[in-house]
Nanobody, 125 residues
Framework: QVQLVESGGGSVQSGGSLRLSCAAS????????MAWFRQVPGKAREGVAT???????SYVDSVKGRFTISQDNAKNSMYLQMNSLKPEDTALYYC???????????????????WGQGTQVTVSS
């Protein structure tokens, strides 16, 4: 079993920055894909960024150049540095993991079996 706990959300003004953290515990596996998702009430959960065990990354177009996903294997943690935040980035942000994956071949929420509880990010104009 894997447990994921997000932190670092908050309220910022447009143009500001936040750093989200995701702490993982339990059996992770040497091969995995971890991801950040976000969801606004009434809308589908959206993949934001992924990172695999080799630290290969991918991003949804709307955050490229503004968000950076990273990980610290020694701490079993993943991060999302969010710069130049916009009001449309307002959402509940989740981290997720798929164990045993050689690469991050999907940003579909259904591909990830383990999820955190989410952390709220609110960006005001």
């Amino acid at each position: 079993q894997v447990q994921l706990v997000e932190s670092g959300g908050g309220s910022v003004q447009s143009g500001g920055s936040l750093r989200l953290s995701c702490a993982a515990s339990g059996y992770i596996s040497s091969r995995y894909c971890m991801a950040w998702f976000r969801q606004v009430p009434g809308k589908a959960r959206e993949g934001v960024a992924t990172i695999d065990a080799d630290s290969s990354t991918s991003y949804v177009d709307s955050v490229k150049g503004r968000f950076t996903i990273s990980q610290d294997n020694a701490k079993n943690s993943m991060y999302l540095q969010m710069n130049s935040l916009k009001p449309e980035d307002t959402a509940l942000y989740y981290c997720a993991i798929r164990r045993g994956a050689w690469s991050c071949s999907s940003m579909s929420p259904s591909w990830y079996p383990y999820w955190g509880q989410g952390t709220q990010v609110t960006v005001s104009s």
